[in-house]
C-alpha cells in the first residue's frame, strides 16, 4: 500500500509574525513541555516566580533537547551533560567545569511568551511582539471546558471546516442542530452574512455566528449559551493541533478551565473527513478542488490569510456579501 509522503509545507501557511497558543496554562506545571510550532522545538517551563518561559529546545553542547531535562531554581538543566539555561537562554551552570574557568556558550534563543486566558502563549515573529494576544471575550465571566487534539492535516482545514456553512448536517450525524433540522425539514433556503476586515472574518445567518480572527482563531457561537474558541497551531507541514475552549455557566470570580483529555465526539466527526482531505493534498495537490457559492466562507478566510502577508495588511478595505445557498 503506497502511503502518501509528509508535505514539505503547507498549502496555506498560517503568519509567523503573530501570537499562538503553546500550552494550557494548567498543563505547564514542574516538569518542562516540549511543543513544536511552525516546525521549531521549543521547550516552555516555568521560572523561580513561576512564570512561564520558552527556549529552543535545543542544548547547544551537544544538541540534546532541553525538553527531556529537569527544571529548578528557575532553569533548565540538560538531561546529558547538566548545563543550566535561565528563562533569557542564558548559560548559567557548566557543571564540569572549575571554578576558575569561564562559561562560554551562545544563548538558547528565547521566544517571547504571555500568559493570559487560560493558555501560554508564544510570538513566533523574528521581530519583537506586536501587542498582546487577542483577549478571549468574556474569559473571566465563565467556567470553561479545555482541551486540545492533534490533527493530522495542515492548520487552514481546521480553520475551514469550523467556518464552513453546510458540512454539519452531512458530518455531524446525532450531534448538531443543523443534521436535526434537516432530518426533520430538509434542507432550506438560507442567507449568510458574511463580513471580513483586515484581521477578522464574520459569518452571521440564522441561529448561526462564525468569526475568525489572525492568525488561527475561530469562535463559534449559537446565542448567549453556546460559545466554542478553537486556536488552529501548525506544528510541522501537514499537522496541527486544535486547542479548544468550551463554554460553560457564568461564575462571579475568573476560574481556571476545566483540562479534559477526551475528545469530543463533534470534533473526532471533524477530524475524520479533515485528515482524509490532506491525504488527498498530500497525494495530489489542490488543482482538482471545485468550489461553490457555499464555499464563500472557507474561501474568504484563505484570501484573510493571503492579505495578512502584504505590507500593506492594515490598510484593506471591509467587505460584505450576503451568501444563498440550502442548508
Not at 139 to 160: T, V
Not at 217 to 244: E, N
Request: hydrophobic share 40%.
Amino acid at each position: 500500500m503506497n502511503l502518501p509522503s509528509a508535505p514539505v509545507a503547507d498549502r496555506i501557511p498560517l503568519p509567523k509574525d503573530a501570537w499562538y497558543v503553546g500550552v494550557a496554562s494548567t498543563q505547564l506545571r514542574d516538569a518542562p513541555v516540549a511543543i513544536t510550532l511552525h516546525g521549531a522545538p521549543i521547550v516552555l517551563f516555568r521560572d523561580a516566580d513561576g512564570c512561564p518561559q520558552a527556549l529552543h529546545d535545543r542544548c547547544p553542547h551537544r544538541g540534546v533537547a532541553l525538553s527531556l531535562g529537569t527544571v529548578s531554581a528557575g532553569t533548565i538543566a540538560c538531561a546529558y551533560h547538566g548545563w543550566r539555561f535561565d528563562g533569557a537562554g542564558r548559560c548559567r551552570h557548566i557543571p564540569s567545569l572549575r571554578e576558575d574557568q569561564t562559561i562560554k556558550s551562545a544563548p538558547v534563543r528565547r521566544y517571547p511568551v504571555v500568559e493570559q486566558d487560560g493558555y501560554v502563549w508564544l510570538w513566533t515573529g523574528a521581530d519583537e511582539p506586536e501587542g498582546a494576544p487577542l483577549a478571549i471575550d468574556g474569559f473571566d465571566r465563565f467556567q470553561w471546558l479545555q482541551g486540545a487534539i492533534e490533527l493530522a492535516c495542515e492548520a487552514i482545514l481546521p480553520i475551514e471546516n469550523n467556518l464552513d456553512i453546510c458540512h454539519a448536517a452531512f458530518t455531524h450525524p446525532n450531534m448538531h442542530p443543523q443534521w436535526f433540522r434537516v432530518q426533520a425539514v430538509g434542507l432550506l433556503p438560507t442567507r449568510y452574512e458574511v463580513e471580513s476586515t483586515a484581521a477578522s472574518l464574520t459569518v452571521t445567518g440564522p441561529g448561526t455566528h462564525l468569526r475568525f480572527d489572525l492568525p488561527d482563531r475561530v469562535t463559534v457561537a449559537g446565542g448567549d449559551a453556546f460559545r466554542l474558541v478553537l486556536h488552529h497551531v501548525p506544528t510541522v507541514p501537514g499537522r496541527c493541533i486544535q486547542h479548544w475552549l468550551l463554554q460553560r455557566g457564568p461564575v462571579e470570580t475568573a476560574q481556571p478551565p476545566i483540562w479534559t483529555s477526551a475528545e469530543p465526539e463533534i470534533l473526532a466527526q471533524d477530524r475524520a473527513v479533515l485528515e482524509s482531505a490532506q491525504r488527498a493534498y498530500t497525494l495530489e495537490g489542490d488543482a482538482f478542488e471545485q468550489s461553490v457559492e457555499a464555499d464563500a466562507t472557507t474561501l474568504a478566510a484563505r484570501r484573510l490569510i493571503a492579505l495578512a502577508a502584504r505590507p500593506d495588511a492594515r490598510a484593506m478595505p471591509e467587505t460584505r456579501r450576503v451568501v444563498s445557498v440550502l442548508s
